[in-house]
């Protein structure tokens, strides 16, 4: 018979009842019998959901502009989503990166060809991983908050260990952000392609691409790249400054992460109303 001084949920035989998953993950047999999936009185909820949210609306809006496949040029600007356009069916953009290599691929958008890269990488962030590992898979949802899954074998089997190809990706990033500051380069001439404008665009594009090379320096790949593998930083001057300087910007991955996807968003939203005629591209000089 209890006495009514047992702890809770023990049985009068002093062994803890059954939790639900037992023998799995945290309700293994070597850890706390614990009912409650944590004991946060916080609301941890608040940072996944918000993140799901904002991973949700880039992903909608930015499917909607790469299969729109029009409104992304306005002399001097191109979108960043479709630069550069490497389709034979892109607008013409007399200057500026219409390159015209690939066929027209039965129509479709430009900017499915040139996404995938950058996309990529920033699928393969270890930031985002643990953004939408989080905020999608509740992997887990938040710290001290158990995981619903009962089995977990991290990125060591298909598709997940195609998370390693992040390295390659940051390479190819590179590329992009190259072409980029290029068409930010571009932005300084008039409709006229004449140099010597800068417009409202002009400054859009000069905080995006800062922002682009900010979050692409900070990444975890190009600290490993400047100062990795190295047993004496004394002996190695220039690379222990590089790699200084990166981990300053790699304190700050999270944050660039979130800054540069707005930012592109932005760049792109704007080409799109002074493309579609919603308002004139207001000059400064």
């Known amino acids: 018979m209890a ?7 023990v049985h009068k035989s002093g062994s803890p009842d059954p939790v639900p998953g037992a023998g799995t993950g945290v309700h293994g047999p070597t850890r706390a019998a614990i009912t409650p ?8 909820w608040l940072s996944p959901a918000l993140t799901a949210a904002g991973l949700l609306a880039f992903i909608a809006y930015s499917t909607w502009r790469a299969f729109a496949n029009a409104d992304y040029y306005a002399a001097p600007y191109v979108s960043p989503f479709y630069s550069p356009c490497l389709a034979e069916n892109c607008v013409p953009m007399q200057g500026g990166p ?6 027209s691929w039965w129509g479709l958008s430009p900017a499915l060809l040139i996404l995938i890269f950058p996309l990529g990488f920033r699928l393969t962030c270890y930031y985002y991983r643990k953004a939408y590992y989080r ?11 158990a995981e619903p899954h009962r089995k977990y074998s ?20 590179i590329g992009v952000a190259g072409i980029l500051t290029y ?8 409709e006229d392609y004449a140099w010597g404008h800068m417009g409202l665009g002009t400054v859009v594009f000069l905080i995006n691409i800062v922002l682009i090379w ?3 320096l900070s990444c975890h790949s190009c600290r490993h790249i400047v100062g990795g593998r190295l047993k004496h930083f004394s002996k190695h001057p220039v690379r222990y400054r590089l790699w200084g300087w990166v981990g300053r910007l790699n304190e700050r991955h ?17 080409v799109y109303l002074v493309a579609s005629g919603a308002f004139d591209d207001p000059r400064f000089f």
């Open 3 to 9: 006495t009514g001084t047992e702890p809770p949920n």
């Open 37 to 44: 999936r944590h004991l946060r009185t916080d609301r941890w």
């Open 98 to 103: 219409g390159w015209g290599i690939v066929g």
């Open 135 to 145: 905020g999608f898979w509740a992997s887990p949802p938040a710290c001290a908050v």
């Open 154 to 173: 991290g990125e060591t089997r298909f598709p997940l260990i195609l998370q390693n190809v992040h390295r390659y990706f940051f390479y190819l990033a």
């Open 183 to 190: 068409d930010t380069v571009l932005a300084f001439r008039d």
């Open 214 to 216: 900010a979050y692409t």
């Open 254 to 270: 999270m944050q660039l992460a979130w800054a540069s996807l707005i930012s592109v968003a932005a760049a792109d939203f704007y």
